[in-house]
């Protein structure tokens, strides 16, 4: 569990969290438009979500280790491409390579690794792996802001990427080899199946809406922050955002007992973020103190948006069919919100800011009212 808490707090630090501070890296520092950086980021997720579909059977045929390994080395490689493209065609190769790592140590990845070792109390497991994402929200920014303000983008991107297959690697050659529990059996029901069934369309569905909303600000918040609180208030203030991730995340483990309250809780998770993105709005991009409430406000729905939807998926479908759900949702997600840091660079670069918050509070609705249709 720790490993995979590890590798959780190197996968949301950089491909999570750190779009955010490559985009005002690139277009701060270069020059380069936000919809440009914010389509290339667009593009690193969308790249991962076609993979992500397959990743079951991707583990299937090489098995854990090698992929997840495989999935090290190209956020080590990947990370320093980013600050490296000498022109914008550069970033292609690099989005390609962070898709892939992201693809095999992230959610999907995270719930094989942690359901096998622990077949049963996967809840608790889950939640403190996931924790680690928190973590690389808390940790990650403040540390890109740092060495970046330090150095530069070139040399901060190459040491996170050293950093992250110095530790990674070891610990994925420890605790990640085929000799632990055996994995589930194969779905009993294919994707066909699955999708028939109205609770898996309002599970994919509803957190796909809900997720796109919330990394499409995220891309954009250390940028939109840095004016009113500087690189290192944006930095301290997103890892306030990712600290309430985990009150949030274990204030609502507190009380969960079943499918239809993990539910309700994701309803009232997408409100909690209505709430921050209107604080946004009102902030009008310079009250400091709206800004760290927003923050607050919106960081307390973070973190429940990557464990209630496994945790649901366990609850309400067969454990044989649980790590396809688990991996179909995660694809869906990664689809819909793969598309919103490029939507929202051109809102905001077209409507303004304030348009893109109208947005961002409009698909939380949406996405509340969808997760309660099963």
């Known amino acids: 569990m720790g490993a995979a808490f590890a590798m959780a707090v190197f996968a949301w630090g950089i491909c999570f969290y750190g779009p955010s501070a490559f985009l005002h890296a690139l277009h701060d520092g270069r020059g380069w ?16 979500a076609l993979i992500v579909a397959r990743l079951p059977a991707i583990h299937a045929r090489f098995g854990v280790l090698r992929v ?18 000498p022109v914008p065609g550069g970033l292609v190769p690099a989005m390609l390579l962070t898709a892939v790592g992201w693809a095999f140590t992230s959610g999907a990845a995270i719930n094989t690794i942690v359901s096998r070792w622990f077949p049963t109390g996967r809840g608790p497991a889950l939640a403190m792996a996931f924790n680690g994402a928190s973590f690389g929200g808390i940790l990650g920014l403040p540390v890109w802001a740092a060495l970046i303000a330090w150095l530069d983008f070139a040399a901060a991107a190459m040491i996170v990427g050293a950093a992250t297959l110095l530790v990674l690697w070891p ?22 199946e699955l999708w028939a069934q109205r609770r898996m369309r309002s599970l994919s569905l509803g957190f796909a809406v809900g997720i796109a909303a919330q990394i499409g600000l995220l891309s954009q918040l250390f940028s939109m922050l840095a004016p009113a609180l500087g690189e290192g208030g944006a930095g301290a203030a997103l890892s306030l955002a990712t600290a309430c991730a985990i009150i949030g995340r274990t ?18 998770n997408f409100w909690v ?8 709005l009102a902030a009008d991009g310079d009250t400091v103190w709206a800004l760290w409430l927003g923050c607050v406000l919106f960081g307390l729905g973070i973190g429940n948006l990557l464990s209630l939807p496994p945790l649901i998926a366990a609850a309400e479908f067969p454990a044989a069919d649980v790590a396809r759900v688990v991996a179909l949702v995660t694809a869906v997600n990664q689809a819909f919100y793969a598309m919103t840091p490029m939507i929202f660079g051109v809102l905001r670069d077209t409507a303004g800011q304030g348009a893109m918050l109208v947005v961002c509070a409009v698909l939380q609705v949406v996405a509340s009212v969808m997760v309660r249709r099963v």
Do not use: K
């Open 68 to 85: 997840t390994r495989a999935g090290i080395l190209a956020l080590a490689l990947g990370t320093p491409a980013w600050a490296l493209a």
């Open 251 to 268: 204030a609502t483990g507190w009380w969960l007992r079943e499918a239809a309250g993990m539910r309700r809780a994701a309803m009232w």
């Open 273 to 280: 973020q209505v709430a921050g993105s209107l604080v946004f």
């Open 33 to 48: 438009s936000v919809s440009l950086v914010s389509a290339a980021i667009t593009g690193h997720f969308l790249v991962s």
């Open 171 to 192: 610990l994925a050659g420890r605790y990640f080899r085929a000799d632990g529990p055996a994995p589930a059996p194969p779905p009993a029901a294919n994707a066909r």
